[in-house]
């Protein structure tokens, strides 16, 4: 019988499909204590469903390429962390030896500890990191379960299929996606957290929150996900698949009109032009970017080679990725944004600090560049070698406060200066800008222009500092919103900070990219958005719709505003194509 399950939109699209029901916290296990004879097949069973699950993510890994790498190769190595966590390994050796648990058991009950653990914690980022304790737990028991089963693994089962789940990995949706997974309904999660981001990056269609799916959805059930108005419909009618053919055909005919938009000009209804610009980190990613007609690039993340390599990239390494990416424009501007490790970015290198008490508030950015000065100069010699091939300019990520930049500069100054020596070619000048994530930052940004020549906003963690909520929570998901009053208020202060100040400021978070914000982003002051390249069509001909002086007009109501679904109301008489998710 056909059933409607109401969802939070992560991701748009429509898409049917049969359901894969996946349930990673809910673990079949078998609880019957170990005789002694049993003790150590049973850990040699354990121990090689640990290799084949650390073989899994290391196979993984060398799959991604390109505009996949970075979002999902830090979970990877998240995750290949836990694996190699001697508490964790030493806590799964004393179940099976000295309680006789089975090695499902000891699973289990190891990942019931650790979890309760990570959710009393008081920070909301750590709490999230319960999630991945659950995948990897998940992990390994498939693994286990494989080698006493003869089914198919459940990722070849899965292939065509719409994934239903608790939480699906960033890791594991990128690997599905290559190989025909249509579709994702996940019964919690938030629209803001990595795994959403990928999928909107993947043009999948996702649901998240949509409470009852494990419940009232079966394998092989047929589903209709409808993620343009927030619905997994079970058992579709004639009906419904008649308006998914339709959608099919209506979204044939706006992707061919919005390709003849790839070289026509960003501007407003009323004539005021726009910058749009691409987030990078391949060539994959460069060529999307010149092929839909960006004025640049506005953020290249230069961490995935740290990230994919086991020691530390090498100055030349560097230099011909960065010279390929400034060639690739064809002398378009082109920003990069300096190391962004720390935090949740694992990497193979070994630079993030381990075990820190509040990784989010810890070394990461900036701060971890300065506290390894020679690793940073062979970055900055890179960057220098390359800025000759083409307009280029640097980005500093997680700046705090001016003495940050000011040390930056040096050593820039003092890398130009042994180059020099090395009658190395250098360009006259390399603007220096600072990225504004940090809530001081935004608040101090004055101090701040002082120093940097440009300002690029990264409104995802920004939001999170300001409103102290993970966005990957689905529990926060009323506090995490891109429309709360005090994170557009400060946003609104860069913008005009800069304006005043003469200087460009960007905004390179997911908001930029995401159309449902674009109007409000102009009405704040905005003239320069940067975003993943597959957006920017979209976002192109949003603006083309819009009345620059108008929204400006209307910009004193938004930010007088208390709550942000006050801001909701206002944006829906200012601007009729926007469409809050529905929750």
Request: aromatic share 4%; charged share 25%.
């Amino acid at each position: 019988m056909r059933h409607i399950l109401p969802g939070t939109i992560a991701a748009r699209g429509m898409t049917l499909g049969r359901a894969r029901l996946v349930q990673p916290s809910r673990y079949a296990v078998d609880t019957r204590p170990l005789a002694d004879d049993e003790i150590e097949s049973e850990l040699t069973r354990l121990h090689l469903a640990l290799d084949t699950a650390r073989q899994e993510l290391r196979e993984l890994r060398g799959k991604l390429h390109g505009a996949l790498a970075r979002e999902v190769n830090e979970f990877i190595d998240a995750h290949s962390l836990l694996l190699d966590d001697p508490e964790l390994l030493r806590g799964l050796d004393d179940l099976v030896k000295v309680g006789h648990y089975r090695p499902g058991a000891a699973l289990k009950k190891q990942r019931d500890k650790l979890a309760a653990v990570f959710e009393a914690m008081d920070d909301p980022y750590l709490r999230s990191r319960k999630e991945d304790i659950d995948q990897v737990i998940a992990r390994v028991i498939s693994a286990l379960q494989r080698q006493t089963s003869v089914e198919e693994r459940k990722l070849a089962a899965r292939v065509g299929k719409i994934l239903i789940a608790d939480t699906i990995a960033p890791a594991d949706m990128a690997h599905l996606a290559g190989n025909g997974l249509l579709g994702v309904v996940a019964s919690s999660g938030s629209p803001y957290s990595h795994s959403a981001i990928l999928a909107r990056s993947l043009g999948l269609p996702m649901l998240v929150g949509t409470r009852d799916a494990l419940a009232n959805i079966h394998d092989d059930d047929l589903i209709l996900l409808d993620a343009e108005r927030g619905d997994a419909i079970v058992h579709p009618t004639a009906q419904d698949l008649a308006r998914y053919r339709a959608w099919q055909r209506e979204s044939a005919l706006e992707g061919r009109r919005l390709a003849t938009l790839a070289n026509a000009p960003t501007r407003t209804r009323d004539g005021i032009d726009v910058r749009l610009l691409g987030n990078a980190e391949s060539v994959a990613d460069v060529a999307l970017a010149r092929s839909r007609g960006a004025d640049g690039v506005g953020l290249y993340r230069t961490e995935f080679l740290f990230l994919r390599h086991k020691g530390l990239p090498s100055e030349d390494e560097q230099f011909i990725a960065y010279r390929d990416l400034v060639l690739g424009m064809g002398g378009l501007p082109v920003t990069i944004r300096t190391l962004d490790l720390g935090a949740d970015k694992a990497d193979a290198a070994g630079l993030a600090l381990r075990g820190e008490d509040n990784p989010a508030l810890g070394v990461r950015g900036v701060r971890l560049s300065l506290r390894y000065p020679a690793v940073f100069t062979t970055q900055i010699r890179a960057i220098l070698r390359a800025a000759c091939y083409g307009p280029l300019r640097v980005l500093v990520p997680m700046v705090t406060q001016p003495d940050e930049l000011i040390a930056v500069r040096t050593l820039f100054k003092l890398a130009r200066a042994d180059l020099k020596r090395e009658n190395v070619d250098l360009p006259e000048k390399l603007p220096l800008g600072a990225m504004i994530e940090v809530p001081a930052a935004a608040l101090n940004v004055r101090a701040l222009l002082d120093h940097a020549d440009f300002l690029a906003i990264g409104t995802n963690d920004l939001a999170q500092y300001v409103l102290a909520a993970d966005r990957g929570n689905d529990a926060l998901e009323n506090i995490y919103n891109p429309l709360q009053p005090a994170l557009l208020r400060l946003i609104a202060y860069v913008i005009a900070s800069g304006r005043r100040a003469g200087k460009p400021v960007s905004l390179c978070g997911e908001i930029g990219g995401d159309t449902r914000f674009t109007a409000l982003l102009l009405a704040l002051g905005l003239a320069e958005f940067s975003m993943h390249p597959g957006q920017l069509l979209h976002v192109r001909d949003r603006i083309a719709a819009l009345d620059h002086a108008a929204l400006r007009h209307r910009a004193p109501s938004l930010l007088r505003a208390h709550t942000h679904e006050d801001v909701e109301t206002l944006l829906t008489h200012l601007d009729p194509g926007f469409a809050p998710s529905r929750a």
